[in-house]
């Protein structure tokens, strides 16, 4: 079972004493006089934006998150934080680099970051920072930089997951409990014991809520009686959209697993054309001890049960795949939004709040059944954007900052907190002049986003595609396709669902020839050797 980290604490126990330093002395002694903020940097894998009620979507005023809400208040809010490549392994690449894909090696899933490039943790530490990592790593190559950590062995396992760390000697050790109290533990425990001498740079990376979405048990019958809300493009039937609409397969209907993915495991056969089986359910759940398996059992079995005998048909089934699939995806947020308010709380408690910079985000967007999807990848808002959070001691609080960021500026970002000057091959800026502007641009802001998407022949076959984003208009390029290469234009102000393509309309041909320009030119300043 899990145990408090803070009940086994040494520096606790101290605490507890009669004439034990308060927080507050404590906190004048915080490293040692070094000036330099502590940075906590909290990553969700696949947390789409819609599931944050401080971001006002109509599924998260059903389910609100109030931890992640207080950190909006209290600090700044993103509404145009983007990612260059939607997908986990590079956009992890790009955090830990500050590189596009491309530069870092990491362009698809499976591949392999160029080994010789610098991870800014490796730059933190040089820089007298004390680093930890506590989570999901996914990429192939071992954490490089870092005083601490523990990480999930690739997607990391939902219950009793395996945990290597940097004093594990290479082995993977599993550890009894729910992942994401577990990684929020190994958080604490890390802030409870580092080095008090030193600022700290903290990244602490959900598992949850990526597929297959599987809940803690506490959460299970969280949100059974809520209906939530159909997306308004739920049955987008993909008019005037290409071959890379017709050809993907991440759709609710027909690429969701009866079974993995809605965990209905008293089916006998996979009715969807996913791959997806019964033994692949039952590798994550017989990972839960007797007592958490009987409880979900007893929460899971007869809801299938009466599913089941419903036989339900065409509409009714996908709203029932949808709601099966939005309930227990936000119940796994339920936890992450827990583990955001026990970290607060400790930085409250322990005088760290007044200096140490909060970052809250995902390592992508995610479609909670826009487009009839879910999974990611598409350069489309959903999947494009990313939630961004960030709370700065003494800075604005419970503002909105319409700058257009990336996940790039993280790597300049805290390298600026730390007093290092960026690499030269970095192409992000620090967002500490935004943040100190209370969100707002400072001038000579960029205007243009570049992104770019590789990951094929992959499950969801989305199509490789590249392109330019600016505040209001967006210019796709699909390419590698059986139809050949093609272009789509949205005008993201009149159309935020993104469902006229505007390609080819004349009144739009300044500023599609406008976004061509931009598109060209980053491909040739940042040297792009496909698209
Ligand atoms: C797994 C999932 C995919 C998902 C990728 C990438 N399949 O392969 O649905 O797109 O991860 O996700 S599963 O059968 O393993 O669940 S990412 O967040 O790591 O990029
Ligand atoms: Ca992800």
């Not at 520096?11 to 000036?35: I, R, V």
């Not at 809520?209 to 993909?238: A, C, G, S």
């Not at 992450?336 to 200096?355: F, M, P």
């Not at 993201?492 to 393509?501: A, G, H, R, T, V």
Request: charged fraction near 30%; include cysteine; charge should be negative.
């Amino acid at each position: 079972m899990r145990q408090n980290p803070l009940a086994i604490s040494g520096a606790l126990l101290l605490a507890s004493m009669p004439g034990a330093m308060a927080p507050q002395e404590a906190k004048a002694q915080e490293n040692n006089g070094d000036k330099r903020l502590n940075i906590i940097h909290i990553m969700t894998d696949d947390h789409s934006f819609q599931a944050i009620s401080a971001y006002g979507h109509p599924l998260s005023r059903q389910a609100p998150t109030p931890n992640l809400d207080r950190l909006a208040n209290e600090g700044i809010r993103f509404d145009r934080a983007y990612v260059e490549n939607s997908l986990s392994t590079p956009s992890r690449a790009c955090l830990m680099t500050g590189l596009y894909s491309h530069q870092s090696g990491q362009r698809t899933l499976e591949g392999l970051i160029d080994t010789t490039v610098t991870f800014v943790p490796e730059l933190l530490r040089k820089a007298g920072y004390q680093t930890a990592l506590m989570g999901k790593w996914h990429m192939l190559c071992e954490p490089r930089g870092f005083d601490q950590y523990y990480i999930l062995n690739g997607q990391g396992e939902y219950y009793t997951p395996v945990f290597k760390s940097d004093h594990s000697n290479g082995e993977y050790i599993p550890e009894e409990g729910y992942v994401t109290d577990l990684i929020t533990d190994h958080a604490i425990k890390f802030l409870e014991e580092r080095d008090k001498d030193k600022p700290f740079c903290l990244y602490v990376h959900h598992k949850a809520p990526h597929r297959n979405w599987i809940p803690d048990v506490k959460y299970v019958d969280l949100y059974e009686d809520v209906v939530f809300p159909l997306p308004e493009t739920f049955h987008d039937d993909y008019a005037g959209k290409g071959e890379a609409e017709r050809v993907q397969r991440m759709r609710i209907d027909e690429d969701m697993s009866m079974i993995y993915d809605l965990k209905v495991s008293e089916l006998d056969e996979e009715p969807s054309r996913s791959k997806h089986t019964f033994g692949m359910l039952e590798m994550g759940l017989s990972r839960m001890d007797s007592t958490t398996r009987a409880k979900w059992e007893a929460a899971y079995g007869p809801r299938n049960e009466a599913f089941l005998r419903s036989d339900l048909k065409g509409e009714e089934l996908l709203e029932w795949k949808y709601q099966r699939y939005i309930r227990d995806y936000l119940r796994c947020i339920r936890s992450v939004d827990d583990s955001v308010g026990e970290i607060l709380e400790y930085l409250d408690s322990h005088g760290l709040a007044d200096n140490t910079i909060v970052v809250y985000t995902s390592d992508q967007g995610f479609y909670m059944g826009e487009h009839g999807w879910f999974d990611k990848r598409f350069m489309y808002e959903e999947s494009y954007r990313t939630p961004l959070i960030i709370r700065y001691p003494g800075g604005k609080a419970g503002k909105v900052s319409e700058a257009l960021v990336q996940n790039l500026d993280f790597a300049p970002t805290y390298l600026d907190v730390a007093g290092v000057q960026a690499l030269p091959q970095m192409s992000g800026r620090s967002l500490l002049p935004v943040i100190k502007k209370g969100g707002k641009e400072p001038c000579r802001w960029r205007k243009y986003l570049y992104y770019h998407y590789y990951d094929i022949p992959s499950e969801h076959n989305v199509l490789k595609h590249d392109g330019v984003s600016d505040k209001r208009y967006k210019l796709i390029h699909f390419y590698g396709g059986e139809e050949g290469d093609y272009s789509e234009f949205y005008d993201i102000k009149k159309d935020p669902n993104e469902l006229s393509n505007l390609y080819g309309d004349k009144r739009y041909r300044r500023k599609i020839a406008r976004l061509q320009k931009q598109l060209d030119k980053f491909r040739t300043e940042l040297a792009i050797d496909e698209y």
